[in-house]
């Protein structure tokens, strides 16, 4: 789940760093009260969960009270890569001699955490990492193990830095490792560290993506997760329990693993059309899949349906009845085909046949894709 | 000849009494796993599908000399029961479990590095070898009888199934099928289990079943083109994925320009490796190097 901006910079400001003061704003008036505690000039970010803000017309700067207000507003009524703006974080403009990069991140390779220290901020790290690798500065980090203050300094060191400044630094990538590592994120990141003609550094935006499969041990952190997914059938996909990917096709897709799921995709999509991707994981009964198939079928315009399951943890002679439910409910005219292989595979066929779904027995995905393009016609 | 299990490994099941443990026991046990022993703290002296329950790993090792170890325990459990089973001595681990944060995962793999451990997952169906022992969820009725002389290491699991019948059909059976999981971050890396298999005489081939996310198959393309002298083939799903959108596994996820299919593909044609556009196709590939 990925933060809002304001969000993360609380959690960063509360881990030590250095963050220009700061006020949410959800209108003008809001922005303008905020002024006593923040000062002109000020910075107006729209809160939006994208990238690349700047670029897109959600950053704007205000010099005096009238621009607060009147960009603001003008922020508020927009979106920004197709999001609407809903509240703006106000914060003091600093004056930025230079902008540095530090992040903190998993490397999937390593299984560990590598934390980044570029010499030019306001990158994008991997465009940087692949153009400019000499400007990027990394370690290593091996969990339960920490990043030490020693280990920090050096890094800042190799990056060129000395001094004051040096100590700075490794002090910000202390802190965003606990951040990091205490809320048990994906990415944390501050792009960029902006530095002052005096040596004073302020971290200008913040990044924090964390790992949805911890939330639930931490309380601390919004609880609302869902309301962040953009599509409204991927919202209530995660509220069945099964995961949904919108696709611009016409095929409805139902698997039982996500792997199988890709498989199935690109099987599809080579003569006709996905609508989706939708997997179950291994936690398929005959509710979930009712409710499944009616998801995968609210879609406008579908005009097939692909149900492709193994079961191996799942009992998919459980689903098939739930399958079946929701298919008589809609009462489906068009061409449904399931393959279905594993545990209990001769009663799932069964349930299925008797619903006039197409059988395919066929170990190939392929065969399955053969039998709906023949029910289609095409 | 096979690898990481056989019909001798002495298996313990962890999380044992649960419904998903007590159904894949009996099925573990059907195929021709030789269980041991299970474990679910609090519940000693009960017996499931007459299979002894401890209360620890150490009794459990103690009491019977289980080698190996296979998890279905929830996922907020799987860091200290994976601490304890390494601390007991158990070499080879298997993690069924989904949506085992990831901070939990990467103490694990530096733990199971530090004792030279097999942990195999999160979210892995785990490993089955074919006409002998199975650990995890892979459904044994899609199999042969009889092993044949193709390895098969999958991220996903339904896919690993697929795969596994597709390579049967084609008479060319597979010989251990090993699921490495499906998370960003793994406890055992490509590399490592292309290895078992480089020791296994009766393995003659292997395929890789790979999905977008993460960067394991840019890391056996590596390791092929350095030392690994078996055939090899790959497919690697999720050619039509849209950047950012996670698909269903946490670690199949197209990011900031990396784990792409392309990327994956590029790296393994690199390493002389094989590339199936579709699942169907590595039964035909398969023949063909083998033939």
Redesign the interface.
Known sequence: MRLHEHEAARLFQQAGIPVPPFVVARNADEAVAALERVQIPVVIKAQVLVGARGKHGGIAVAETVEDVKAKTQALLGSSVRGLPVESVMVARKVPIARELYVGAT?D??A???TVLLGVAGGIE???AARERPEALFRRTV????ELRGYQARALAHEAGFSGDLMVKIADVLVSLFRVF?RT?A?IAEINPLAVTADETLWAVDAVLDV????L??HPELPADALARMEHPLEQAAKKIGV?Y?D?DGDIGII?????????T???V??RLR?AN?L?T??GITEELMYKTTHLVLEKPGVRGLLINL????NPIHEGAKGIVRALGERQVKFPVVAKA???R?EETWATLSEAGVTIVTD????AAVDALCARLGS | MSILLDKNTRVLVQGITGK?GRA?TK?MLEYGTRIVAGVTPGRAGEIVEGIPVFDSVLEAVRETGAEASVFFVP??GVKDTAFETLEAGIRLIVV?T??????????M??AAKRVGATLLGPTT?GVLTVGEAKMG???G??FPKVPGPAGVI?????????VG??LA?AGIAPSTVVGMG?D????T?LPDLLRFFAADPRTKLVTI?G??G???EE?AGEYIAREFNKPVIA?V??????EG????????IVQ???GSVESKVTALKKAGVAIA????EIGDIARRLLG
Request: charged letters at 20%; one cysteine or more.
């Open positions: 998993i999937p390779a299984g560990a955490v790290v991997e465009a091996l969990p339960p193990e590592r048990e994906l790992d949805d499969a911890a639930f041990r995961s990917v696709l698997c039982s693993g996500a792997g199988l799921g890709m498989a995709m690109d099987v999509g080579q996905p991707f997997e994981g291994g193994y079961g191996g943890i292989l594993g545990n595979q170990i190939t995905t392929e | 998903i894949q099925w996922a907020r069924v989904e949506h085992v944060p990831v901070h939990d995962t990467m103490e793999k530096t169906p969820i892979i459904p009725n899609l999958s991220r996903s699991g339904t896919l690993s199934y697929e019948g597709i059909k499906a960003p971050v793994v406890l890396d079943v999905e977008v993460g960067v394991q890391m497919y799903a999720g050619r039509s994925t849209p959108k996670r698909m269903g596994h946490a670690g199949a900031r320009g990396m556009r579709t699942p169907a």
